[in-house]
């Protein structure tokens, strides 16, 4: 990717954990606190801090992909759906509950606190301040099986290196392929993976960007 990225681990509420990575655009800079629109900063502690809680990014997606203004009732449903993998028309009233208090009395007031959002607890209304477009995130998911894309990079490495040595010790039949031809393969697979990591973080892993958060199954 032509920005620069910084890869943190995030915890998740009583769940596995996701990576969380932000891009800054630009080698050099301040990474404590980036100015943005209207003047609004957010120092990068408090970027991460934000994101290491599952509820919080579930909050931040829906605020991000309905228009960044919301109704509390309306956005406890969707977190406490996405939660337990379910619908809105399907969650209960105790879940629904549960995730209305812990936003309210909680993870609202922490990211109003943080400047992220504007949250008027007396309306009931929770919507994103300008300081919230800093926040230009993806999240890697892992799970089950699946590695992540600095491991897949490792690995790819390995396999061109390994090729590339028995190739040299004239080994039958991949001493046939000519020295052009490898170095051809090798920029290949890195190209290819690059464009599809590319692809993947720019609309399946971002926040906002889909009806759902990255890290919950359609």
Do not use: C
């Not at 990225?5 to 990575?21: C, I, M, Y």
């Not at 490495?157 to 028995?166: E, F, K, P, R, Y």
């Amino acid at each position: 990717m032509a920005s620069k990225s910084e890869a943190v681990t995030a915890s998740r509420d009583e769940q596995p954990v996701a990576r969380v990575g932000t891009d800054d655009g630009a080698e050099g800079k301040d990474e404590r606190d980036a100015p943005g629109p209207d003047g609004a900063t957010l120092s990068r502690d408090d970027a991460f801090e934000i994101l290491s809680n599952r509820r919080r990014r579930f909050a931040l997606h829906h605020l991000q992909h309905n228009g960044e203004r919301a109704e509390l009732g309306d956005l406890s449903e969707h977190v406490a759906a996405w939660e337990n993998d379910s619908n809105v028309q399907e969650i209960s009233a105790s879940e629904r509950k549960r995730v209305y208090t812990s936003l309210q009395q909680f993870h609202l007031p922490k990211m109003d606190d943080k400047g992220v959002i504007e949250f008027d607890d007396r309306e009931g209304v929770v919507e994103l301040t300008p300081a919230a477009e800093q926040m230009d995130v993806y999240l890697e998911v892992v799970e089950g099986n699946d590695v992540p894309w600095s491991q897949y990079y490792l690995g790819l490495s390995a396999v061109n290196i390994g090729l590339l040595v028995a190739a040299m010790a004239g080994t039958y039949p991949l001493r046939l392929v000519p020295d052009g031809g490898w170095g051809l393969f090798v920029a290949t697979t890195f190209f290819v993976s690059a464009l599809v990591h590319t692809y993947y973080s720019r609309t399946e892993m971002r926040l906002g960007d889909s009806e759902s958060p990255p890290e919950v199954e359609d």
